[in-house]
Structures are given as structure tokens and as C-alpha cells.
């Protein structure tokens, strides 16, 4: 359980009490290049944070601590008010506990953004198929270690609202986790992934990649209490 504390009680680390593991993914440009042969644009630049909390009333004490929202208004100083989207997730897992060697595992990540007017359900279904017809691919059953979709919920909205954030844009995120860059330059370079893509993430009736952002990503773990 969390505990509270009074608003003096100390830093930011002090924190990862409440916290069961955090990670940051750190863009890289690994396949940029591929992914730009398909039609897909290059990634804005991008930083995901992943918190994990036992249960979300332990962020929610977070969030109302004064001395959290004091760290998160000097966020402010770098542009973290203007485009961070902060928002629960209900985590959806499509592939896990697949061994590999002792490397570092690389991320692919898709970060699709639902627009204007369109049904979350109807959208979060197309991701999930789209998702479902790339793990399908032999390539990607033979290099693929994880594959997991994050469907944002609004259980914390309010609590994002009283730090000072903007409203989450509202999107969907799928990450795969592979050992190598060039697994998931071979994955997306495989005919078959191509084909899917185009019919699928770039159809033109029904396009998932716009505004979105496809990249790899390096994961740096701040604190793992989950084993």
C-alpha cells in the first residue's frame, strides 16, 4: 500500500515506493528508413514513459501529493505541458514469455492516434486486427518476443486535469520486443509484412497510420520491482 506524505517529505525517487517498475523508451532511427519505403512518414520525436503501479488509486495518491505536482510544474521548463499525453492504460498481451539471450531486448513501437469523430471502439478494433495479421506472419512468429497493445483508458483523467496537463490525445499503442534492430528491420522488410501493411495500416479507406508515429526504441529501466 501507499502511504502519504506531508508535502516537505522529499525527492522524487521517494516515490518509486508506490511504483512496481518504470521505464523510459528512448527513440532510435533504426527503421525509419524501412518504415518510410512502405509510405509511412518519419516519428515525430518521442519519448514513452511507462509507469507501473500496483493499483491506479496508487497513482491517484500521487498525483495529489503538492510535492509531485511541484515536480511536474517544472516540467514545464521543457515543454512537457505542451505535448505530453499522460493517461492508464488497460494492457492487452498478445505474445510474452518467450526466451532470448542475455542482449538487452530493442522495442518496436507504434503509437496510432485516433481521429477526429472516429468510434475509439471501432478504431481500437482495426489496431488489434491489424496487430493480429502482423504476429501472423511466419517472420514475426520466428522473431517476435513480446507483443503487447496498451488501450488508454480515462480512469485518471481527473488527476492529470489537476496537475496542470492537457487532456490525453486519444490513441492506441502497440510495442513489440525483438533482440535485435535488425529483427525488426527484417520483419518489416519481409514481402508479406509490406503487403499487410498496405492493406491494412495505409489502406486508404481506412488509414491507422496517420498522425501516428512508428519507431524503434531503446528501453532504460529506472526500477523493476515486478519479477
Not at 103 to 111: D, L, P, T, V, W
Given at each position: 500500500m501507499a502511504r502519504r506524505r506531508s508535502p516537505d517529505s522529499g525527492r522524487a525517487e521517494e516515490y518509486a515506493e508506490d511504483y512496481n517498475g518504470g521505464n523510459f523508451f528512448i527513440q532510435d532511427d533504426a527503421f525509419t528508413e524501412p518504415i518510410?519505403?512502405?509510405?509511412?512518414?518519419?516519428?515525430?520525436?518521442?519519448?514513452?514513459t511507462h509507469i507501473v503501479f500496483e493499483d491506479v488509486e496508487n497513482f491517484k495518491e500521487v498525483a495529489r501529493d503538492p510535492t509531485f505536482k511541484a515536480l511536474v510544474d517544472q516540467a514545464k521548463e521543457f515543454g512537457y505541458h505542451k505535448g505530453a499525453s499522460l493517461f492508464t492504460a488497460d494492457v492487452v498481451t498478445k505474445l510474452d514469455a518467450i526466451e532470448s539471450g542475455p542482449?538487452?531486448?530493442?522495442?518496436?513501437?507504434?503509437?496510432f492516434k485516433i481521429p477526429p469523430g472516429m468510434p475509439k471502439d471501432k478504431f481500437e478494433q482495426k489496431v488489434e486486427a491489424f496487430v493480429d495479421g502482423a504476429m501472423a506472419m511466419p517472420l514475426a512468429r520466428e522473431k517476435l518476443l513480446n507483443y503487447t497493445?496498451?488501450?488508454?483508458?480515462?480512469?485518471?483523467d481527473t488527476e492529470?486535469?489537476?496537475?496542470?496537463?492537457?487532456?490525453?490525445?486519444?490513441?492506441?499503442?502497440a510495442m513489440s520486443e525483438l533482440e535485435t534492430f535488425n529483427h525488426v528491420v527484417e520483419w518489416v522488410d519481409d514481402p508479406a509484412m509490406a503487403q499487410h501493411i498496405a492493406t491494412t495500416l495505409t489502406a486508404k479507406d481506412f488509414p491507422l497510420h496517420r498522425d501516428g508515429d512508428f519507431f524503434g526504441a531503446e528501453a532504460i529501466v529506472k526500477f523493476n520491482k515486478i519479477d
Open positions: 518510410g519505403r512502405l509510405g509511412i512518414p518519419g516519428p515525430s520525436p518521442t519519448v514513452v542482449q538487452e531486448r530493442k522495442r518496436a513501437i507504434g503509437i497493445i496498451w488501450y488508454q483508458n480515462s480512469e485518471v492529470v486535469e489537476g496537475l496542470g496537463l492537457p487532456t490525453p490525445a486519444p490513441l492506441v499503442i
